[in-house]
Nanobody
Framework: QVQLVESGGGLVQTGGSLTLSCTAS????????TGWFRQAPGKAREVVVY????????RYADSVKGRFTVSRDNAKNTVNLQMTSLTPDDTAVYYC???????????????????WGQGTQVTVSS
C-alpha cells in the first residue's frame, strides 16, 4: 500500500528546533517531487518547502526561508525537514506530499500532489 508517514513533530519553545521526517512505503520517493505543507487552525493549507525528485531544486515559502531546510535521504526513502528558530506562527499540522515525476512548476499547489501523509503536529510555545 502506497503510504507516506510523517514523524518528528512535538512541542518546542520559541527559538527551538525540530526535524520532521517523511518516509515512503511501496514506492521510491526519489522518483517523486515532494513537498511539505502545513495547516494551522482556521487557516488554509499552505506550502512550506518543495524538493524535486532529482534533488536539483528546492523552493521555500518566504515565511520559512533561512530557517527551514529540506533534504533527501534516499537510503532511507525519506525526505527531512529541519526547522530552526521556530516561532508560535509555525504552529500547525505538517503534512508531506509527493507527486509523480521529478519536478513540478506548480510546486505550491496542493492539487499537484498525488499522495499525502496523515500529518504531524508541531506546536511552538511562546
Amino acid at each position: 500500500q502506497v503510504q507516506l508517514v510523517e514523524s518528528g513533530g512535538g512541542l518546542v519553545q520559541t527559538g527551538g528546533s525540530l526535524t520532521l521526517s517523511c518516509t515512503a512505503s511501496e514506492f521510491s520517493l526519489d522518483h517523486y517531487y515532494t513537498g511539505w505543507f502545513r495547516q494551522a487552525p482556521g487557516k488554509a493549507r499552505e506550502v512550506v518547502v518543495y524538493i524535486s525528485g532529482n534533488n536539483e531544486n528546492r523552493r521555500y515559502a518566504d515565511s520559512v526561508k533561512g530557517r527551514f531546510t529540506v533534504s533527501r535521504d534516499n537510503a532511507k526513502n525519506t525526505v527531512n525537514l529541519q526547522m530552526t528558530s521556530l516561532t508560535p506562527d509555525d504552529t500547525a499540522v505538517y503534512y508531506c506530499a509527493a507527486g509523480p515525476g521529478h519536478s513540478s512548476a506548480l510546486w505550491d499547489d496542493p492539487e499537484e500532489y498525488a499522495y499525502w501523509g496523515q500529518g504531524t503536529q508541531v506546536t511552538v510555545s511562546s
